[in-house]
């Protein structure tokens, strides 16, 4: 098993290798490449005892690409490298994102507590094959493909907040809308209803749907999250219309905050968000 300082040929972890600013993908990739070496093998080697293919490893390598955080999960069990892969990545999935989503996100890494409105699915419990639906809906230019997977990828990731310990206490509410408009395979959308079936029953996690019934309200055009950290300060966050912005004023935090709670009060309670999903599936099977 390679040690932390062997796997990066240096003493400290995080310690740059040159002066220059390194991004979180290339350090990544710079210790994958460090981690095949020290193991003595070829790229050709890798591939055929890992199963990834020849290129794919090499785009890893050298920072072309993100992979999905189960790719590095592999590699960490092959290289007995403990959590070393997975950390680089956490910290690469970062690139993908613009500044402002950037802070968001380490916000959100770390919070205890959670609360979210969306008028869609949210990403935090999205399948793959959804979120891919989702996200290749926006992207017409070439290589279009490979920065979907690269979102995808860091999209499944971010649900890794979840189930990290402690687990955050965790609402979410979403509009009826998300489920009355399926994806366009009946397999994805069956897998997608499975999936807030079983996220609406995690302990750490209340999921509420806010019913057509409840009429027009004042977030049909974009999302919130309330973001509480340990030391109980607390951030807002929107997203809408092609914007975005992260609200860290107390006074305009805490105007959001009641707002949520109002449409808090007009969504169903979490047992009768599951009768709905579990009806929703149901028809989706029938």
Same mark, same amino acid.
């Given at each position: 098993?390679?040690?932390? +300082?062997?796997?990066?040929?240096?003493?400290?972890?995080?310690?740059?290798?040159?002066?220059?600013?390194?991004?979180?993908?290339?350090?990544?990739?710079?210790?994958?490449?460090?981690?095949?070496?020290?193991?003595?093998k070829s790229l050709g080697q890798l591939a055929d005892?890992?199963?990834?293919?020849?290129?794919?490893?090499?785009?890893?390598?050298?920072?072309?690409?993100?992979?999905?955080?189960?790719?590095?999960?592999?590699?960490?069990?092959?290289?007995?490298?403990?959590?070393?892969?997975?950390?680089?990545?956490?910290?690469?999935?970062?690139?993908?994102?613009?500044?402002?989503?950037?802070?968001?996100?380490?916000?959100?890494?770390?919070?205890?507590?959670?609360?979210?409105?969306?008028?869609?699915?949210?990403?935090?419990?999205?399948?793959?094959?959804?979120?891919?639906?989702?996200?290749?809906?926006?992207?017409?230019?070439?290589?279009?493909?490979e920065a979907i997977e690269e979102q995808v990828a860091?999209?499944?990731?971010?649900?890794?907040?979840?189930?990290?310990?402690?687990?955050?206490?965790?609402?979410?509410?979403?509009?009826?809308?998300?489920?009355?408009?399926?994806?366009?395979?009946?397999?994805?959308?069956?897998?997608?209803?499975?999936?807030?079936?079983?996220?609406?029953?995690?302990?750490?996690?209340?999921?509420?749907?806010?019913?057509?019934? +409840?009429?027009?309200?004042?977030?049909?055009?974009?999302?919130?999250?309330?973001?509480?950290?340990?030391?109980?300060?607390?951030?807002?966050?929107?997203?809408?219309?092609?914007?975005?912005?992260?609200?860290?004023?107390?006074?305009?935090?805490?105007?959001?905050?009641?707002?949520?709670?109002?449409?808090?009060?007009?969504?169903?309670?979490?047992?009768?968000?599951?009768?709905?999903?579990?009806?929703?599936?149901?028809?989706?099977?029938?």
């Amino acid at each position: 098993m390679l040690s932390a +300082a062997q796997a990066t040929g240096r003493g400290d972890v995080g310690e740059k290798v040159d002066a220059e600013p390194v991004s979180g993908r290339a350090m990544l990739g710079q210790t994958l490449k460090v981690l095949r070496e020290k193991a003595g093998k070829s790229l050709g080697q890798l591939a055929d005892e890992t199963g990834y293919e020849k290129s794919y490893l090499s785009r890893l390598e050298s920072g072309e690409r993100l992979s999905k955080v189960t790719v590095m999960e592999d590699l960490d069990g092959y290289y007995g490298a403990g959590d070393l892969l997975v950390r680089h990545w956490h910290a690469a999935r970062f690139d993908a994102f613009k500044d402002q989503y950037k802070e968001f996100m380490g916000l959100e890494a770390t919070a205890r507590v959670m609360q979210k409105f969306s008028p869609g699915i949210p990403g935090l419990l999205q399948t793959e094959d959804f979120a891919r639906g989702v996200l290749s809906g926006a992207q017409t230019t070439a290589g279009g493909d490979e920065a979907i997977e690269e979102q995808v990828a860091a999209r499944l990731g971010r649900q890794y907040l979840l189930r990290q310990k402690p687990e955050p206490d965790v609402r979410i509410i979403m509009d009826e809308f998300a489920l009355r408009r399926p994806a366009a395979d009946g397999e994805t959308w069956r897998d997608q209803l499975l999936r807030l079936e079983s996220a609406a029953m995690r302990p750490n996690l209340a999921l509420q749907v806010l019913p057509f019934s +409840a009429g027009a309200h004042h977030h049909m055009n974009g999302s919130l999250t309330l973001l509480w950290q340990q030391d109980g300060s607390a951030v807002a966050y929107k997203e809408g219309n092609g914007c975005s912005r992260l609200i860290e004023d107390l006074d305009e935090v805490l105007r959001h905050r009641l707002s949520y709670d109002r449409l808090r009060d007009l969504a169903l309670s979490p047992s009768d968000s599951l009768a709905l999903i579990r009806d929703v599936l149901e028809e989706h099977r029938s």
